[in-house]
């Protein structure tokens, strides 16, 4: 039996729904990373409104290597947050620390004010979340560099197997 091979956006867009099937919150992170939503937009544009939140800013993104780390993946992001919140008014902005090492957790964060934790209470306020001064950024660059050396030393494992 022939297992199907699904692209990569359908595998992104196959992790959306699962997302929503189970009363998930979706952000879109690394939007325009390497393999980030971004750019596939435009295939399906109705996907947007899946979404409560967008990453606005990473704190690992300020660091730009070629093949890894896109040049300009934050400014990219911000720029189509602002396009994209116009269509889409439960669409949030977020900031965040992909904390690859633990030096750098809470470098980069989206301050929420909430009264109590829930699920639909923190949707809601990722999703009211319209401007960018809630979200703390702060670059965090060296780890950055780390993880691009970990991911070259990846690919080139992967590509020699």
């Known amino acids: 039996m022939m297992k199907k091979v699904l692209s990569l956006f359908q595998r992104k867009i196959y992790s959306i729904k ?9 952000i879109a992170v690394h939007p325009f990373g390497k393999d980030g939503l971004g750019k596939h937009l ?4 109705n996907q947007i409104y899946s979404f409560d939140g967008w990453e606005v800013y990473n704190a690992s993104a300020e660091l730009a290597v070629p093949g890894i780390l896109p040049f ?24 965040f620390t992909d904390g690859h090492s633990v030096e750098v957790i809470g470098r980069s964060y989206t301050w929420l004010n909430l ?10 306020a990722i999703q009211q979340n ?3 001064n809630n979200l703390h950024m702060e670059p965090a660059k060296w780890d950055a560099f ?10 080139l ?5």
């Open 18 to 26: 699962s997302a929503l099937d189970i009363n998930g919150i979706n």
């Open 72 to 95: 300009g993946a934050n400014e990219n992001a911000a720029e189509y947050y602002k396009t994209l919140s116009c269509y889409n008014s439960n669409l949030g902005a977020c900031a």
């Open 146 to 155: 780390k993880h691009s050396v970990n991911m070259i030393k990846c690919n």
């Open 42 to 45: 435009g295939i399906d544009s």
């Open 130 to 132: 319209k401007n960018f």
């Open 115 to 124: 009264k109590t934790v829930s699920i639909d209470n923190l949707r809601t």
């Open 157 to 161: 494992s992967n590509s020699s197997a």
